[in-house]
T-cell receptor, first 117, second 110 residues
Framework: GAVVSQHPSWVICKSGTSVKIECRSL??????MFWYRQFPKQSLMLMATSNEGSKATYEQGVEKDKFLINHASLTLSTLTVTSAHPEDSSFYIC?????????????FGPGTRLTVL | SQKIEQNSEALNIQEGKTATLTCNYTNYSPAYLQWYRQDPGRGPVFLLLIRENEKEKRKERLKVTFDTTLKQSLFHITASQPADSATYLC?????????FGSGTQLTVLP
């Protein structure tokens, strides 16, 4: 149980284009989903927290107009990187917190490797 | 500001030995402390959670301790195996906002 999927697992795009990453909780409902980015040999940095049906809360320094988050249902959140540039190349990971999580852990997706040329 | 430090970037041990990883934190009083495993190119996988009022938690070959006075958690893997090689992350905070350490890369040598 508690499986989170991400799609795509990797994507290469040209500078200036937009890329959408999907995060789904497969076997549970998630009131809250989180988006992280991770650079090589560095820790996960929280970008934003999204709650189903409401606007995402962005961490300081994260441009909300550049990283659009939509949490349309209790099982799906999307992150759109708009007008991507090479510096946006990174590993993006989502996680989900169960509706009634006993232990309050987050369940992570496998990540999406974004490369912007 | 909150700060989390994991004692070493990399740790090599011999198969069968006990691996001990350290997580120290400052300017914070977390209600929970969690440990995750991350393999290259993959998302973290939850291992153990320990609450502030718990001293120790075990799960199979894993053991976590939590000392709120020292502001430190120790993560032990007993009878280590090459398959345990991965990066281990500690994370603090309530589930609504976890803060991660930078991780310790463990290599278990056969």
């Amino acid at each position: 149980g508690a499986v989170v999927s991400q799609h795509p697992s990797w994507v290469i795009c040209k500078s200036g284009t937009s890329v959408k990453i999907e995060c789904r909780s497969l076997d549970f409902q998630a009131t809250t989903m989180f988006w992280y980015r991770q650079f090589p040999k560095q820790s996960l940095m929280l970008m934003a927290t999204s709650n189903e049906g409401s606007k995402a809360t962005y961490e300081q320094g994260v441009e909300k107009d550049k990283f659009l988050i939509n949490h349309a249902s209790l099982t799906l959140s999307t992150l759109t990187v708009t007008s991507a540039h090479p510096e946006d190349s990174s590993f993006y990971i989502c996680s989900a917190r169960a509706l009634a999580g006993q232990y309050n852990e987050q369940f992570f997706g496998p990540g999406t490797r974004l490369t912007v040329l | 500001s909150q700060k989390i430090e994991q004692n070493s970037e990399a740790l090599n041990i011999q198969e069968g030995k006990t691996a001990t990883l350290t997580c120290n934190y400052t300017n914070y009083s977390p209600a929970y402390l969690q440990w995750y495993r991350q393999d290259p190119g993959r998302g973290p996988v939850f291992l153990l959670l320990i609450r502030e009022n718990e001293k120790e938690k075990r799960k199979e070959r894993l053991k976590v301790t939590f000392d709120t006075t020292l502001k430190q958690s120790l993560f032990h893997i007993t009878a280590s195996q090459p398959a345990d090689s991965a990066t281990y992350l500690c994370a603090l905070g309530p589930a609504r906002q976890l803060t991660f350490g930078s991780g310790t890369q463990l290599t278990v040598l056969p």
